[in-house]
């Protein structure tokens, strides 16, 4: 976009900054600090959020050159689903820290 300063696909590259990177960040955080990595589970909410937020990018790049809004919408209901799953797989097992006495 820098390059050709053509910046019409800035809210793609946000949404899947945002919601792919940083999301994702948060979840592999959390899911090694309790111990999860290797839960089918957490793999199937990692899945959802992964292709939920390229799906996305890719779809609000395509709404914005006037396109349909299908794959947009198609993402976020994906990304949407991870992040409800993250919340049910938090309340299930919360962080658990060790105190020294």
Request: aromatic share 14%; no cysteine; proline share 0%.
């Given at each position: 976009m820098a390059g050709s300063e053509d910046h019409s696909n800035l809210?793609?590259?946000?949404?899947?900054?945002?919601?792919?990177?940083v999301s994702l960040?948060?979840?592999?955080?959390?899911?090694?600090l309790i111990g999860l990595t290797r839960s089918i589970v957490a793999s199937i909410q990692v899945a959802c959020a992964i292709v939920g937020s390229v799906v996305m990018g890719i779809g609000?790049?395509?709404a914005h050159q006037g396109?349909?809004?299908?794959?947009?919408?198609?993402?976020?209901?994906?990304?949407?689903?991870?992040?409800?799953?993250f919340v049910?797989?938090?309340?299930q097992r919360p962080l658990r820290i060790n105190t020294v006495n």
């Open positions: 809210a793609a590259h946000a949404h899947l900054n945002l919601l792919g990177w960040a948060l979840y592999g955080t959390y899911y090694r609000i790049a395509i396109g349909t809004e299908a794959f947009a919408i198609t993402g976020s209901l994906l990304t949407l689903v991870a992040g409800v799953l049910v797989i938090t309340f």
